[in-house]
């Protein structure tokens, strides 16, 4: 008898890549709590999703409900978050799809390691550039403000460091910057990288 795996070979991400006619990415945006990831990374989505391009959004409160939600805020506990995410991450570029992350990853270190896992020339480091002052203004869950008053530990940007990215990819700063403006730099910066060439 002929076994299954003996039968069908798995397909390739080369393959995928054909179908779906796009190169698969991971496009990394880091930076604080309330610089604008998940804003511009929802009108990305949208707008490759409008482009016929297969694109999965992930964003930190929806990995720490589900996937990570046995995780704390703890360093040790955020680089097990990083690192499972960044395996979801390898998994899906192997899938042809373009992934976009919204995750703080605020250390230096921990953004290396999701590099190396998902591999150097499939990872877009975005830096959403915001200052602490900007990103306080903004912040309608009240987050800095139970930080400040201590009722939340550990909080980056306030007892918690966050490292600025040596070299990333692309710099997006928000502080004056209208959200299409934003999304606008980040689709021009992305699209190129990710249409299919053979």
């Known amino acids: 008898m002929i076994s299954e795996a003996t039968t069908y070979s798995r397909m390739s991400r080369e393959e ?4 779906f006619r796009q190169h698969s990415k991971t496009i990394w945006m880091t930076g604080l709590s309330g610089a604008g990831k998940t804003t511009i990374a ?4 949208k707008e490759l999703f409008n482009r016929g391009y297969a694109v999965k959004l ?3 409160d929806d990995v720490r409900t589900g996937l990570n939600k046995d995780l704390s805020f703890s360093p040790s ?3 097990e978050n990083i690192r499972r995410i960044a395996e979801v ?3 899906f570029v192997m899938s042809g799809i373009v992934t976009i992350n919204c995750f703080i990853s605020p250390t230096l270190e921990i953004r290396q390691m999701a590099r190396e896992i998902i591999g150097p020339n499939d990872f877009i480091e975005v830096f ?3 200052s602490l002052e900007t990103c306080e203004k903004r912040d309608v869950k009240g987050l800095y403000a139970k ?3 201590g009722l939340i530990r550990e909080f980056t940007g306030i007892d918690a460091p966050y490292d600025v990215p040596d070299h990333p990819d692309l710099v997006i700063d928000t502080t004056d910057s209208t959200v299409e403006s934003s999304i606008q730099r980040a689709l021009d910066f992305i699209i190129p990288r990710i249409e299919y060439k053979i």
């Open 42 to 45: 929802l009108g990305l989505e």
């Open 77 to 79: 506990d955020r680089t």
């Open 16 to 19: 995928k890549e054909m179908r």
């Open 147 to 149: 930080a400040r008053a």
């Open 89 to 91: 991450n390898r998994l």
């Open 58 to 60: 992930l964003d930190g």
């Open 128 to 130: 959403i550039k915001a």
